[in-house]
């Protein structure tokens, strides 16, 4: 309406005032007439293969390349735009394919090349027009445009062009530059001022390529200062004693793991680099010592003897040695007011680190200059400090992009002992994880075969004593009718023993007791015949977790009253004990003291696996 108001005022003013075409036109409010009469088919005329000059191809190549971005650019957020204004999904491949035909329907026919008029789009349905017959009367006024024998645009005032010129750019820039500010970044709103600047100072083509520059660049400073890697709370899923459980849980912080996101290259090697120092922790002692003897002399891939003799309990304590009960934690970029809130009566105290794994789960890629750049730096400065890197969930590409650049020694890749601080890799976190809570067990818990050494003596009901928690009396000797010995195990004790890769029970069989884990290592996973049934994505067996001596199995189907909910496989040659549920109930009646320990072995061991879920990032 605002349109024909603008045209109905032009002509009805220069009918009042008397003025014609000619000195509208001379005035230069409307277009001039053309010098002679032209018929659309007289542009076919330049279409011969004769007026074809191959020598200025090579000059017209970047216009064509730009024109083939041009189109191919402007046609995908034509698309996009129409999207966000309908507020719905369309099909990007069928509208660009409509795009696509049309340019070759025009090319052929002597057209140019162009995309969707998206603002006629969108201004129709801004007007509540939802109908095809909008395009076919554009399309007929176009030709009607085209077969007319003079040219309207010399009839047609120039204001009314401008005008929707200056509707369209008021409209856009109001939508696309002001009120888009609301919907973007900083940083990507300054790109989308820079495009339109250049566009508008200098061409655009220009404003283009500068612009998907300036993106790139853009993409470039956010990756690296995107979040691609945080600290995660884990553990094994080794399922172990009491004791050994106990000692994790204060020591786990021990073992820092690190979850990398995203393509590593250069730039976020350095953020990985900045995050290794800020988790990774050392004694106050240990980094004095570090400062005062660092030299340039020093072998970067050998561990210092302070290090290491600390690291193994070697060394005599010196006078003024941190003790247990004061030890100040420093991490290796000084973060003195971080560490001063951390106390050695935390329920889960900060821990001098043994152990840095970093989890490539989510990692797609890595260049040569994080490898060079960034983990053998990582590597070289963990070695000097007595710590061991461990690699897990690494890409065949990544772990052989690694080795390439001697990042895993030779005799890191042939040794299990933790001894040597070596750089290990492995299949996955759970395996990496239970390697290293083995190496602190190891430190941490005097290293005494008990269960052998009691199994070689016949005595196998001490050996189960010694496994359950003691009675609430204190010690087990003092509390009548509460012992495992000879003469009450076999009224209640079942013994089994199972050859590596032995079935001890399977997924929906019967329960009909618990065991208890004498000496070995059991498997209990969900098959994968099982594990399909969970849904579409599920395949091959899953691990739930591995059961070592002293733990406890079959207790949680036991308590709920269901068939058993995984399989559990001997990984190892096993000794086993099992309780019936019916001797469990008998023992309860003749030896309710007995039956005691039972029951608080198994309530701690669940109560210490809510705690440890609870406590890990899952």
């Not at 191959?54 to 971005?69: G, K, R, T």
Request: glycine share 6%.
């Amino acid at each position: 309406m605002c349109m024909l108001t603008i045209l109905a005022l032009f002509f009805g003013s220069m009918a009042v005032s008397g003025t014609s075409f000619q000195d509208a036109r001379a005035y230069g409010w409307i277009a001039p007439l053309p010098n002679a009469t032209m018929n659309f088919l007289d542009i076919y005329k330049h279409f011969q293969p004769s007026h074809f000059h191959a020598e200025f191809m090579l000059d017209q190549l970047p216009s064509w390349i730009a024109m083939y971005f041009v189109v191919a650019f402007s046609s995908s957020l034509d698309v996009a735009a129409i999207e966000m204004a309908l507020h719905k999904p369309l099909d990007h491949n069928a509208e660009l394919q409509t795009v696509g035909w049309s340019n070759v329907i025009s090319g052929l026919t002597g057209g140019f090349t162009g995309s969707y008029i998206f603002s006629s789009t969108i201004f129709s349905m801004k007007s509540g027009v939802d109908s095809r017959l909008t395009g076919v009367l554009v399309f007929a006024l176009e030709l009607a445009l085209v077969m007319s024998p003079f040219s309207i645009i010399s009839y047609v005032p120039k204001l009314f062009f401008a005008s929707l010129q200056t509707l369209i750019f008021v409209d856009l820039f109001m939508e696309w530059i002001v009120h888009a500010r609301k919907s973007m970044y900083v940083s990507e709103y300054l790109i989308v001022w820079f495009t339109f600047v250049v566009m508008v100072l200098w061409n655009l083509q220009a404003g283009i390529v500068l612009g998907i520059v300036g993106a790139a660049f853009n993409f470039i400073v956010s990756y690296v200062e995107s979040t691609s890697i945080r600290r995660v709370w884990k553990q094994s899923h080794v399922k172990r004693q009491f004791k050994e459980r106990i000692s994790l849980l204060k020591s786990r912080g021990s073992i820092v793991t690190l979850e990398l996101d995203g393509y590593i290259f250069f730039g976020s090697s350095v953020n990985i680099m900045a995050q290794v120092r800020k988790h990774v922790l050392l004694t106050t002692d240990e980094l004095l010592h570090q400062r005062s003897t660092r030299s340039l002399s020093t072998s970067v891939m050998a561990t210092p003897n302070f290090n290491s003799h600390r690291l193994h309990g070697r060394t005599s304590t010196r006078n003024n040695a941190a003790t247990p009960a004061n030890m100040g934690l420093m991490a290796l970029d000084d973060m003195n007011e971080y560490l001063s809130e951390y106390s050695a009566d935390a329920p889960i105290p900060a821990c001098r680190t043994r152990f840095l794994v970093l989890d490539f789960d989510r990692v797609t890629g890595i260049d040569v200059t994080a490898v060079r750049s960034g983990f053998n730096m990582i590597k070289q400065m963990l070695v000097e400090n007595g710590i061991s890197l461990v690699f897990a969930n690494l890409p065949k590409h990544i772990e052989a992009m690694l080795r390439l650049h001697d990042v895993f020694d030779d005799n890191d890749m042939n040794t299990n002992s933790c001894d040597n601080v070596p750089t290990k890799a492995f299949e996955t976190l759970d395996i990496a994880l239970e390697w290293c809570e083995d190496g602190l067990l190891a430190k941490e818990v005097p290293v005494s075969d008990s269960a052998s050494r009691l199994l070689q003596s016949g005595r196998i009901m001490q050996l189960l004593d010694v496994l359950l928690p003691k009675g609430g009396g204190g010690s087990v000797e003092h509390v009548g009718g509460d012992k495992v010995d000879d003469v009450t195990g076999p009224l209640y004790v079942q013994t089994q023993s199972f050859e590596k890769g032995q079935l001890i029970y399977t997924c929906g069989g019967d329960v009909d007791g618990f065991y208890v884990i004498g000496k070995g290592l059991v498997d209990v996973y969900l098959p994968s015949t099982e594990h399909k049934k969970m849904g579409p994505g599920f395949t091959g067996r899953k691990r739930i977790m591995q059961v070592t001596n002293g733990g406890l199995l079959g207790d949680v189907d036991m308590i709920l009253n269901k068939k058993h909910s995984f399989t559990a496989e001997a990984r190892s040659n096993c000794f086993i004990f099992f309780i019936p549920t019916a001797a469990m109930d008998a023992m309860k009646q003749q030896h309710p003291n007995l039956a005691a320990r039972f029951d608080k072995a198994i309530m701690r061991s669940m109560a210490l696996h809510i705690l440890e879920v609870r406590v890990a990032d899952e």
